[in-house]
Each structure stands twice: as structure tokens, then as C-alpha cells.
């Protein structure tokens, strides 16, 4: 009953400096909108980047040969000759965890087809790599299993090389182009998958058999790495050390020993580069928060202005019997009044300003309901908080001495 | 008659630095239902501590203050704010009415804080009060939009809407010019006659012939306690005056 006779009193109260409350609330109305804003991008560039990182298979484990922590001259991982395909044949024999796997050999030379050449990767991969990668076959179609055990001379082309070799529009499959001396049979064209987070272009690559990579252009024995997909992306860290203990048994390697092979899983990456836009946001809305503050110090500052200013009042209401809780209830209830309004005004503007960042700069945004709930509770907050002392100071007057206040 | 006020060896003495300043030095009266007593004296004869003290604004340092019969010395900073809402009126000098409002948000003021009455109840008695005092015309105007007079009447409404069982004025008349003065000392005398008990504190000597009992207080102590059996009409007075000083 009093509290509702309080609001009045102080909505009224505020009815009557309406320019005053106004160029009060700014403040916080700008701080929240701020806050809003800066917590809109920093989510949505977090959250494009976590899109592209699962794009390219989120659950993904790389296994490459040699050591990450041996001492000494360290060769480049493709130079070192410690993973076998006997140990990608015991992985997918005895590795649980792993869903899909295959292993890579790449040669990169000049690809070829009649006046046309282009240099680019012949990566030597299984069947499997396309379920790792999430890629698929757009025209033709993908080597078999059996093309991979006859290391046969077939291939599968991205669609920059498809570009290079075919200009005039040619269908390219059943064209026998070459690698290096090596002619190959075109059988299909994987799908176009433009650019990824870090600048590389995924479609200038050529899929071909391991086997053939390693019999007829490298004629080597060993892999250049194994890439795997964990069944479960949760569970990549208990994958990688099965992983790990069935390669250690496979090199028959004491317990003292290094690991002779590195694994990394793009999780690693992942967290890697969220936890940099994490940090961005933060910073960002720290910047923000600190607006909001200074909003909130221009509460106070009106609210210790009002309270003088109406000390005659505040020594009426007091004889009237107003006790110091009323008087202090009117003006905590004005500054949060102030605070909450101005939030909600905030959250609005923060919304209209992100929307507009998305149409005009055309970045990813995306409004939390977390960033709305807490601005508006750190609203509240700041009401209360820097509204308190100004009004107790005002229940604090004392009516004999405030009535006559000139 | 009922006792509304009844003060016994009423001392207050304030600490300034060093000092100690006795306002009150010992004041004893009791005032019965329905009296309208003028308490008089020049500043500094410490009428408006015992102004403040009747008003439950002040606690006495000593001496016995009974308001309809109850014990207000020892009461907290809270009760005394209940008390001074249920049971007294305040009007004051300069009005003290709430800058931008309404003649009846003005008188409704002390209700607010009375949670006892609904908000109907609350217009219902402003309306009736402003009525009461001749501004039933005038209860939607603004305080900045009436003249001092009728800011006055206002005010007098305030402190009656509580159906308080005493009214204090504080120098009610003190800013008025002399034809308005007479106005509102003729309200106060029918509300007087209506039964309410009033308290009115001046330093204009006039004013006791109005009045059915004058107080003078003199260093703290009262000097004289008159009844007065001869009260002279404020009206008859108002028409006495001259024509051209228009309110």
C-alpha cells in the first residue's frame, strides 16, 4: 500500500524535471547500449568462427611423425619416416574412439590437362577422407576401396583446379589429365568450398589414392600423417591418448622414451582461437561496463542534487509522518526507477544499433539473452547501489532543520 | 474536557559547542479539548522549540509530554512520525505545499503515509476538507497557479485531513497581508467553534484577542496564562477593514 503510494510519489517527483531524468538516464542508457552492442559482435564473431571451425570437422585428430619435444636439428614432418601404414592398419583395428581415418601422403607437382597446367597438391588420402573433411563429391563420383589397394591412377579434382585445367568449361570427367608424368583419370569433382578462416583455399587440392601417391609419385614407404575423426567431440582427449598408447606399443617404445609422432586435434585450434575472441569480448565489454558506470555516477550525482534541492519537502513530509524509511524508499525508488528505465531503453538502442551494425558493416552479430538479463540486473544494481546514498542521506534530514531549509 | 496536551516541567536545553543553551526551562500547561490558545513571545523566548516539541518533531530533555493521554517523550524516531501523521495538523508560515501540484495531491499528502486509508477514502476526504475551507473550486489548481491566501487554505485543508486532535500553526499568518490575514484567522476561528483544538504559535500580540486563551513565554518560561472570555470576531474585523486592499 505505502510502497504503491511511493512509486506515485516519486514518479511524479520525476514527471516534474522530465528533461532532468532524461539527460540522467543517458547515461546509462548509453552504457547499456554499449554494453549490449560490444557483447552482440564480440558473440557473433565467436560464434562465425566456431561455425567454420566444425565446418571443417570439429572432432578432427591429426597424427603426424616425429617428435614435438626431441632436441637437436628437427626435420619438417613430412621428412621424417616414423608413422607406417602398418600403424594406420593397427589404429583401425584396435582404436575405439576413432570414427573415421585416413592417412595422408601429399605430392605436390604440376597438374596437367592438354595446354593447360597448374601447380597444386596431390593429396593421397583413403575413401574416409571425405566423411573427416565433411566434403562431398559434387559431380562423378569418389574412388573406391578398391581403386586405393590397386593404387589406381584415378583422381578427384577441387573446383580451383577444375578452373585452371578445364578455362573453356569442359566437362572434366573421364579426361585423363596428368600429374607431374603421371597420367590420371578424372572421375569426379568435389564440392566448392571457398576460403577458410585462415585464407587458405580449400578447393585447390586433388584427392587421389594413398597408394598411388606412395607407390607411383613419391615411391615411398612411409605416411605423411594420419587424420582422424573421434566419434565423439567430447571425448577427443581420451581418443588421442588411445591414440597414443596403441602408436607407443606399435614402435615398441620404452616408458622413458619420447613419443616418436605428434598428435593435434583441431579442439586445440579451436579453443585456441575462441578463447582469443573471448578475451575480445571481454575487453570490449569492459569498456562498456565502465560507460555504464559513469552512467550510474550521474544518478547519484542528480539524486544528491534532487535531495538538496527538495530538503524542504523532504522536512514537510517528514512532519507530516513520513518516517526515514519512506523518505529513503521515494528516492531509491526514483534512482532505480531511473536506472531500470534507462536500462530498458539501453537494451533497446543496443538492439537497434546492433542491428544496424549487421546491415551496414555486415558483421556477424548475435544478442545473448545472457547480455540482456545481466544489463538489465546490473541496471537494478546501480540503482540501488548509487541511489542508496544519496538517499539515505535524505532520511537522514532532520524535518525541524529541513522545513526551514532556504 | 478532555486533555489533548498536557505538559509538566517541559525543560530542553541544547549543546552549542561549550555552551549549554536552556530553551525551555521548566514549562507546565495543559490544554483541554476545543480551546484555540495563542502562544506568544519575541525569538529566541523559545517558542518554536516548544512549538517543535508539542509537534513530536523534538524530544524534551526532561519533563513529562502527554498527547491525548500519551507518553510522547520516550518514543522513537519512528513512532513520533505515526504520531505526528494520526494525530497532529501542521501549518506552517511559508505553506509548504509540494511545488507543481494539485490542490488535492497537496492535501492528500499526509494520508499517503497512513496506510490504513485506501486510495478512494483518500480523495474523498481532500475533496471534503478543501470544500471545508472554501476551495472547493479550486482543487484541481496547482500550488504555483493560487495566491498566498488561498496556498494557505490549502495548507489548512492538509492538516485537517488527518482528522488530527490538534492543530498547530507555526506564524500561519505571518506572510498574509493584513485583509488575508484576517480571512484565515476567521477560518480559524470556525473551525474552533466546529470543536477543533488549536495551537497557534506568533510574535504579533494582536492575534490573542482572537483566541480563548493566550500563552506568553518569555527566556523560556511562561510569563502570563490567560483565558480569554471577551473573543473578538475575525469577520467583524475583515469587514471593518478597508475596501481597496483586495486579496
Known amino acids: ?406 | 474536557m478532555k486533555e489533548i496536551i498536557k505538559i509538566v516541567d517541559l525543560k530542553r536545553y541544547f549543546k552549542v559547542g561549550e555552551e549549554t543553551v536552556k530553551a525551555l526551562r521548566g514549562v507546565s500547561f495543559t490544554i483541554h479539548e476545543g480551546e484555540f490558545v495563542t502562544i506568544m513571545g519575541t525569538s529566541g523566548s523559545g517558542k518554536s522549540t516548544l512549538l517543535n516539541t508539542l509537534g513530536c518533531l523534538d524530544t524534551p530533555t526532561s519533563g513529562e509530554y502527554l498527547l491525548d493521554g500519551i507518553s510522547v517523550q520516550k518514543m522513537g524516531k519512528n513512532e513520533r512520525a505515526k504520531i505526528r501523521n494520526r494525530k497532529i495538523g501542521f501549518i506552517f508560515q511559508n505553506y509548504n505545499l509540494l511545488p507543481k501540484t494539485t490542490a488535492m495531491e497537496n492535501v492528500e499528502l499526509p494520508l499517503i503515509y497512513n496506510p490504513t486509508v485506501s486510495a478512494k477514502e483518500r480523495a474523498e476526504r481532500a475533496e471534503r476538507c478543501l470544500r471545508d475551507v472554501g476551495l472547493g473550486e479550486r482543487l484541481y489548481h496547482k500550488s504555483n497557479q493560487m495566491s498566498g491566501g488561498q496556498q494557505q487554505r490549502v495548507a489548512i485543508a492538509r492538516a485537517l485531513v488527518n482528522n488530527p486532535v490538534i492543530i498547530l500553526a507555526d506564524e500561519a499568518t505571518g506572510n498574509l497581508d493584513t485583509r488575508t490575514s484576517f480571512s484565515i484567522l476567521t477560518l480559524f476561528q470556525r473551525l474552533h467553534r466546529e470543536g477543533k483544538t488549536i495551537i497557534f504559535v506568533t510574535h504579533n500580540p494582536d492575534l490573542a484577542l482572537y483566541s480563548s486563551r493566550n500563552i506568553m513565554l518569555r527566556d523560556g518560561r511562561i510569563t502570563s496564562d490567560e483565558y480569554n472570555h471577551n473573543i473578538q470576531s475575525a469577520e467583524e474585523a475583515l469587514r471593518a477593514l478597508p475596501k481597496d486592499m483586495d486579496e
Not at chain 1, 573446383?159 to 579426361?175: A, Q
Not at chain 1, 578447393?203 to 582422424?228: E, F, H, N, W
Not at chain 1, 567430447?234 to 602408436?247: G, M, P
Request: glycine share 8%.
Open chain 1, 1 to 406: 500500500m505505502i510502497a504503491a503510494n511511493l512509486l506515485k510519489v516519486a514518479l511524479k517527483a520525476m514527471n516534474n524535471n522530465k528533461m532532468r531524468c532524461f539527460l540522467t538516464m543517458l547515461g546509462v542508457i548509453i552504457g547499456v547500449g554499449a554494453v549490449i552492442a560490444m557483447l552482440a559482435i564480440g558473440q557473433g564473431s565467436k560464434n562465425s568462427i566456431k561455425a567454420q571451425i566444425s565446418e571443417m570437422g570439429s572432432n578432427m585428430i591429426m597424427i603426424f611423425p616425429g617428435s614435438e619435444n626431441r632436441g637437436g636439428v628437427r626435420q619438417s614432418a613430412s621428412d621424417m619416416q616414423t608413422l607406417k601404414p602398418a600403424d594406420y592398419e593397427a589404429l583401425s583395428r584396435e582404436a575405439q574412439g576413432i570414427l573415421y581415418m585416413t592417412p595422408t601422403v601429399n605430392g605436390s607437382g604440376q597438374w596437367i590437362y592438354g595446354n593447360n597446367n597448374y601447380p597444386s597438391q596431390a593429396q593421397g588420402v583413403n575413401t574416409q577422407y571425405l566423411d573427416i573433411r565433411q566434403r562431398t563429391v559434387s559431380e562423378g563420383e569418389m574412388f573406391t576401396e578398391e581403386d586405393v589397394r590397386n593404387a589406381a591412377k584415378v583422381c578427384v579434382l577441387g573446383k580451383t583446379l577444375v578452373e585452371n585445367l578445364f578455362p573453356d568449361g569442359t566437362d572434366p570427367i573421364g579426361k585423363v589429365v596428368r600429374f607431374g608424368k603421371i597420367p590420371m583419370t578424372v572421375i569426379g569433382v568435389l564440392d566448392e568450398k571457398g576460403y577458410n578462416t585462415m585464407g587458405q583455399d580449400q578447393d585447390d587440392l586433388a584427392l587421389v589414392p594413398y597408394t598411388t601417391v606412395m607407390k607411383r609419385v613419391l615411391a615411398s614407404d612411409y605416411l605423411q600423417g594420419i587424420q582422424a575423426s573421434a566419434v565423439d567431440e567430447n571425448r577427443t582427449q581420451e581418443t588421442i591418448s588411445e591414440i597414443t598408447d596403441i602408436l607407443r606399443d606399435q614402435h615398441r617404445l620404452r616408458e622413458d622414451q619420447d613419443s616418436d609422432f605428434t598428435i593435434r586435434s583441431m579442439q586445440e585450434l579451436a579453443e585456441m582461437i575462441s578463447s582469443t575472441s573471448s578475451m575480445m569480448t571481454v575487453l570490449l565489454a569492459a569498456v562498456a561496463g565502465i560507460s555504464l558506470l559513469v552512467g550510474g555516477i550521474g544518478i547519484m550525482n542528480i539524486m544528491i542534487v534532487s535531495v538538496t534541492e527538495r530538503t524542504r519537502e523532504i522536512g514537510l513530509r517528514m512532519s507530516i509522518g513520513a518516517t526515514g524509511r519512506d523518505i529513503m524508499m521515494q528516492f531509491l525508488i526514483e534512482a532505480v526507477i531511473l536506472s531500470v528505465t534507462g536500462g530498458i531503453l539501453g537494451i533497446l538502442i543496443g538492439a537497434l544499433a546492433t542491428w544496424m551494425i549487421s546491415i551496414f558493416a555486415n558483421w556477424p552479430v548475435a544478442i545473448s539473452t545472457t547480455s540482456v538479463v545481466l544489463s538489465f540486473a546490473v541496471c537494478t544494481i546501480i540503482g540501488i547501489v548509487f541511489g542508496f546514498y544519496p538517499a539515505a542521506k535524505a532520511s537522514r534530514l532532520d524535518p525541524i532543520e529541513a522545513i526551514r531549509y532556504e
